[in-house]
């Protein structure tokens, strides 16, 4: 899934580096668009990255759409992730970088009679 952006990624990163840059990223967010949530969102997901606790409640009743737009979608050059995405009105997560997938290519599916 991922394995164009795992070969980018120099093993000697230093945290420290990240850590400040995340610092200055976040006094420069305007708070009024909730972007600081979901920025210190994002980072709290990544604090407990490859140990999230299984604990997702399965719903009583699920019902799929009819019909979903999908996408066909890339990822910034750096990382060169391609996935398809369900578009769903809000930026959906490169799930190997955790940077913003784009849209390429959008098209209508419908739920297949059973």
């Known amino acids: 899934m ?3 952006s795992s070969n980018n990624i120099p093993a000697d ?11 200055r990223r976040y006094a420069e967010l305007d708070d009024t668009a909730c972007q600081r949530r979901v920025f210190l969102n994002r980072l709290r997901n990544l604090a407990r990255f490859a140990a999230e606790p299984v604990d997702y409640q ?3 009743e699920a ?3 009819k019909e979903l737009e999908i996408a066909f979608a890339v990822c910034h050059p750096e990382c060169g992730n ?4 369900v578009v769903d009105g809000g930026p959906e997560g490169c799930d190997c970088c955790g ?6 290519e959008v098209a ?3 739920l297949k009679k059973s």
């Open 2 to 4: 991922c394995q164009k």
């Open 13 to 23: 990163l230093e945290l420290e580096p990240l850590i400040e840059a995340l610092r």
């Open 58 to 60: 399965r719903p009583a």
């Open 63 to 65: 019902a799929l759409p």
């Open 82 to 85: 391609q996935a398809l995405i």
């Open 99 to 104: 940077g913003t997938m784009y849209p390429v």
């Open 108 to 110: 209508s599916y419908r």
